[in-house]
């Protein structure tokens, strides 16, 4: 008799991207099911769970070895990463979201071990699971071309927004307080994400160099890691370092505050997504949500999530690029009062509450 319905490997729950996703998803399920997280304790707490104490790092040996040893006996195994333990589990079933196969998309930009490892465990995934949540039909594609997953096997639960914490009005003296922390220009196009290749953070910032000439009160600020990622782009870093305009009018927040990002949302006069690959690409629902322009490429899933609500570009030509943002700071009063008309009704229809109503859906049909 299995002891919880449900077991999550919930070490990721601060991270990025799959961090937030478990955020948004988690209470909901906790408060369904008989539920143990494995991860750490203190960060699990908020959550009304069992906690199974588990530290190895993502992608050890340790994680390896240990792994399939700290699940308990469950109906269902939960991972929210395709890093699906490859000895026998005892757990009936087994669910996997896999937001993206960007390794194996971009498989000739990985070292060798990385090579090995990304084809071995997305395939060893898509086996062992006898269901795979994916959160665009464009990743449902990618999953279904890549590995040998069958379409059937493939759910889509698009991810939520929280329409309210990003179009929240913040009172002056919160203003003055977060303008200072982030020392924030008056007037500026905003990237907010990690500092990878695959983001095109490089293309970008090779893009507005002609912009930044032309308006010398306009500035380029990134909130997000700059260091400390394995696929890291330390081309971005060079390029500002050897410009002395990039230099001057570039600034990275580095880490931003959760309860702040709104208002740097709210306050940029553009919000910018140059990715080349995205598995879905939450910072531009929430730009639309903080009634921010919003321009993006034209890969991968962001037509699919932005649909009207944004102003499309080729990632690849930093001419279209530089035209797109001069196009968009340069919008009538019209133009961009509907386009942002757009954008919220777009942004509004994405929820994390469906969310997570689809996920305990498709969970039932294990646990019940």
Same mark, same amino acid.
């Given at each position: 008799?299995?002891?919880?319905?449900?077991?999550?490997?919930?070490r990721?729950?601060?991270?990025?991207?799959?961090?937030?996703?478990?955020?948004?998803?988690?209470?909901?399920?906790?408060?369904?099911?008989?539920?143990?997280?494995?991860?750490?304790?203190?960060?699990?707490?908020?959550?009304?769970?069992?906690? @199974?104490? &588990?530290?190895?790092?993502?992608y050890?040996? =340790?994680? #390896?070895? /240990? +792994?399939?040893?700290?699940?308990? %006996?469950c109906?269902?195994?939960?991972?929210?990463?395709?890093?699906?333990?490859?000895?026998?589990?005892?757990?009936?079933?087994?669910?996997?979201?896999?937001?993206?196969?960007?390794?194996?998309?971009?498989?000739?930009?990985?070292?060798?071990?990385?090579?090995?490892?990304?084809?071995?465990?997305?395939?060893?995934?898509?086996?062992?699971?006898?269901?795979?949540?994916?959160?665009?039909?464009?990743?449902?594609?990618?999953?279904?071309?890549?590995?040998?997953?069958?379409?059937?096997?493939?759910?889509?639960?698009?991810?939520?927004?929280?329409?309210?914490?990003?179009?929240?009005?913040?009172?002056a003296?919160?203003?003055?307080?977060?303008?200072?922390?982030?020392?924030?220009?008056?007037?500026? @196009?905003? &990237?907010?994400?990690?500092?990878?290749?695959? =983001?095109? #953070?490089? /293309? +970008?910032?090779?893009?507005?160099? %002609?912009?930044?000439?032309?308006?010398?009160?306009?500035?380029?600020?990134?909130?997000?890691?700059?260091?400390?990622?394995?696929t890291?782009?330390?081309?971005?870093?060079?390029?500002?370092?050897?410009?002395?305009?990039?230099?001057?009018?570039?600034?990275?927040?580095?880490?931003?505050?959760?309860?702040?990002?709104?208002?740097?949302?709210?306050?940029?006069?553009?919000?910018?997504?140059?990715?080349?690959?995205?598995?879905?690409?939450?910072?531009?629902?929430?730009?639309?949500?903080?009634?921010?322009?919003?321009?993006?490429?034209?890969?991968?899933?962001l037509?699919?999530?932005?649909?009207?609500?944004?102003?499309?570009?080729?990632?690849?030509?930093?001419?279209?690029?530089?035209?797109?943002?001069?196009?968009?700071?340069?919008?009538?009063?019209?133009?961009?009062?509907?386009?942002?008309?757009?954008?919220?009704?777009?942004?509004q229809?994405?929820?994390?509450?469906?969310a997570?109503?689809?996920?305990?859906?498709?969970?039932?049909?294990?646990?019940?």
């Amino acid at each position: 008799m299995e002891k919880y319905e449900i077991a999550v490997d919930a070490r990721m729950i601060n991270a990025s991207g799959i961090g937030t996703y478990l955020q948004n998803i988690l209470p909901a399920i906790c408060s369904t099911y008989n539920t143990v997280l494995l991860g750490d304790r203190k960060e699990l707490q908020p959550y009304k769970a069992d906690v @199974i104490e &588990f530290s190895a790092p993502i992608y050890s040996i =340790k994680e #390896l070895a /240990t +792994l399939p040893f700290k699940i308990p %006996a469950c109906k269902v195994f939960w991972s929210p990463h395709f890093n699906v333990p490859i000895i026998a589990l005892p757990a009936k079933h087994v669910v996997t979201t896999i937001h993206d196969v960007f390794h194996l998309a971009f498989f000739n930009t990985l070292n060798s071990k990385q090579k090995v490892y990304a084809k071995f465990f997305y395939n060893h995934a898509a086996k062992q699971s006898d269901a795979i949540i994916t959160v665009s039909n464009f990743s449902k594609q990618e999953i279904s071309k890549y590995t040998s997953a069958k379409a059937e096997q493939i759910k889509v639960i698009y991810n939520g927004v929280h329409q309210n914490t990003f179009a929240r009005a913040f009172s002056a003296t919160e203003a003055e307080e977060i303008n200072r922390k982030y020392a924030l220009p008056q007037r500026y @196009i905003l &990237f907010v994400g990690n500092v990878k290749p695959h =983001k095109n #953070l490089i /293309t +970008l910032i090779e893009a507005l160099d %002609a912009v930044l000439k032309k308006d010398e009160n306009l500035f380029l600020v990134i909130v997000g890691k700059k260091d400390g990622f394995i696929t890291g782009d330390h081309q971005v870093g060079k390029l500002i370092e050897d410009s002395q305009l990039l230099k001057e009018r570039t600034q990275f927040t580095g880490f931003a505050e959760q309860e702040d990002l709104p208002f740097i949302y709210q306050r940029a006069s553009l919000f910018v997504m140059p990715s080349l690959y995205e598995g879905f690409g939450l910072p531009p629902l929430e730009a639309m949500s903080a009634n921010t322009l919003t321009a993006v490429s034209d890969q991968a899933s962001l037509p699919e999530v932005c649909k009207n609500g944004a102003l499309y570009f080729n990632p690849y030509d930093k001419k279209a690029i530089r035209h797109v943002i001069e196009k968009a700071l340069n919008l009538t009063t019209e133009e961009e009062t509907e386009l942002k008309r757009k954008a919220s009704e777009v942004s509004q229809s994405y929820s994390w509450e469906k969310a997570r109503q689809e996920h305990i859906k498709l969970f039932n049909e294990y646990i019940l």
